[in-house]
């Protein structure tokens, strides 16, 4: 379950139930950035910079996954 995202310039903030894995991911699937907890994580500071809409999956041991909705961003 993820309980919170937020972003602070190019850095996407997470707080989750507790996890294996949060990804990002942009158009067509390609990874941008991951956290692998170890056994598990409820929180993660990922990388923004290489994606215009990205989207944050979150996988828990079981391979459960939760998701946001793809974020657009305006050019700069």
Do not use: Y
Not at 4 to 24: I, K, Q
Not at 47 to 69: C, F
Request: glycine letters at 10%; charged letters at 25%; zero cysteines.
């Amino acid at each position: 379950m993820i309980h919170d995202v937020g972003v602070e310039g190019t850095t996407v903030h997470v707080h989750s139930s507790p996890v294996r894995s949060v990804a990002l991911t942009g158009i067509h699937g390609w990874r941008s950035d991951v956290a692998i907890g170890a056994p598990t994580l409820e929180e993660a500071r990922l990388d923004l910079a290489r994606l215009r809409s990205p989207r944050l999956t979150v996988t828990d041991e079981g391979g459960r996954r939760a998701w946001t909705n793809p974020v657009w961003a305006d050019d700069a």
